[in-house]
């Protein structure tokens, strides 16, 4: 059963195998580290170099549907990671406030401990507006995965710049609500795309834009979330 | 093996493309069960934990404030959606990824807890989780390698080489690892003495139903 076309040159095909073996190696350097670590922090970070040996062995595939499958993957992988770091931060968080009285604490040391960013730099009170608008716009251009990311880097860094300068941001609570109705529009451009394949276009536009959307107003979700943070502080 | 075999008489086929989604009784049956034990828990109430404190005869008790149950009913829900989207699905890596969303989704019920040896087991099962997703996603990528299709309605009629049968272990060391049983529920185990009962057992619930429709999955691949 020969499952590759013929246009796919020979040196492209004969690369999956390398490849497998390469992300196994990777995974293998990554576990021999977490068993080595002692520091919970550590062995987090290690276990992300797994997580990117899982896309090398996705990705090795090299077909559409693969490339398909990346994504999905590496939003897993994000997503557990956040879950897992925001677990050990409560948790040395926990250990903190249970911990004995200052003066015997100090000889124990914690892995990791949540502290506020301070930040003084000349480009966060002279580009922000300018670089974000910039971005914003190129990323509409873009539309797509791509362009949302380049938008949502715009808003995170409008965002973080006037907070790292302590003016007051407009707080969005919805910025969520636009992130989970763009990602129905994706959705739903998706599904009508397999039922009525004839109105492609609008259904690539709809897909797109949803995309855009959703992904823009994520990151300006984290920049949102940055602000809690600074009120620790 | 055949798919009639394991599930019983195709009941029909939707077609999107290349995913087809085939309805079995056993799928139907195993899909309408989660979701009855998901309105159950999504109705209940958590439960108050009382513990008898050590040297004296009082007791404290240990309940659950309302925004974390709140919190908490809404993972719950979605760890139930998770497993029944596993249980109904006809494509093999949308199985991964819902598996995968079932092992993040459980982290997070238990990870609002004030228990520090909750959070610790809460790490130790992230962890695993994560580690877990490389077996898991790249069984089901070689599985696409091999054979050029994730449908599991085709995949059953393709016979297995090795390279399927490897894809296949690895795709069951990662579901172990992902819904945390056996060589791994030592990571899992303190997770069980969060108060808020309820929300705990769809734990047990998404993992014990995964592992059976994962093993009629590799029986489909490997047979």
């Known amino acids: 059963m020969v499952l590759i076309p013929e246009v796919v040159p020979t040196i492209t095909a004969s690369l999956y195998l390398p490849a497998v073996y390469l992300a196994m190696i990777v995974g293998f350097l990554g576990l021999t580290g977490i068993a080595i670590q002692k520091k919970d922090i550590h062995i987090l970070i290690l276990t992300d170099l797994v997580g990117l040996a899982m896309l090398i062995m996705v990705a090795a595939v090299g077909t559409d549907l693969a490339e398909a499958l990346v994504l999905p993957g590496l939003v897993v992988e994000l997503a557990e990671i956040m879950a897992i770091s925001e677990i050990l931060i409560s948790r040395e968080m926990r250990k903190i406030e249970n911990a004995e009285p200052i003066d015997r604490v100090i000889a124990r040391k914690h892995s990791v401990f949540p502290f506020p960013l301070k930040l003084d730099m000349e480009i966060m009170t002279t580009a922000p507006n300018f670089i974000a608008l910039v971005m914003i716009l190129y990323g509409a251009f873009l539309t797509g995965f791509t362009g949302g990311a380049v938008a949502g880097g715009g808003i995170l860094f409008y965002i973080f710049s006037r907070k790292a300068r302590g003016l007051p941001v407009i707080v969005i609570d919805g910025i969520g609500a636009i992130s989970g109705f763009s990602w129905c529009l994706w959705i739903i451009g998706f599904v009508l795309f397999f039922i009525a394949p004839q109105y492609w276009l609008l259904l690539l536009f709809m897909a797109a834009c949803g995309l855009f959307l959703k992904v823009a107003s994520k990151l300006g979700l984290i920049g949102a979330m940055m602000r809690e943070e600074y009120k620790k502080e | ?223």
Do not use: W
Not at chain 2, 62 to 78: C, N
Not at chain 2, 151 to 171: D, E, H, N, Q, R
Not at chain 2, 191 to 211: A, D
């Open chain 2, 1 to 223: 093996m055949d798919i009639t075999t394991l599930g019983g008489n195709i009941l029909g086929t939707i077609p999107l493309g290349d995913i087809v989604i085939y309805l079995t009784p056993f799928h139907l049956f195993m899909f309408v069960v989660v979701l009855i034990f998901t309105a159950l828990i999504a109705m209940s109430r958590t439960e108050t934990q009382v513990e008898a404190e050590f040297g004296t005869l009082k007791e404290s008790k240990v309940s659950v404030g309302l925004s974390e149950f709140k919190t908490r009913r809404f993972l719950a829900i979605v760890c139930g959606l998770a497993t029944a989207g596993a249980m109904i699905t006809g494509d093999l890596f949308n199985i991964t990824l819902f598996i995968a969303l079932i092992g993040i989704v459980n982290v997070g019920i238990v990870s609002a807890v004030k228990q520090v040896d909750v959070l610790d087991a809460a790490y130790q099962y992230g962890i695993i989780a994560m580690i877990s997703s490389l077996p898991l996603f790249g069984g089901a990528a070689m599985i696409l390698a091999a054979t050029g299709t994730l449908s599991l309605f085709v995949l059953s009629g393709i016979a297995a080489t090795p390279m399927m049968i490897f894809g296949a272990i690895l795709l069951l060391i990662g579901i172990a690892g992902e819904t945390g049983i056996a060589p791994f529920f030592a990571t899992k185990a303190e997770m069980f003495r969060t108060p808020g009962s309820p929300f705990i057992l769809i734990i047990h619930l998404s993992s014990l139903m995964v592992i059976i429709r994962a093993i009629e999955v590799l029986l489909i691949i490997v047979t």
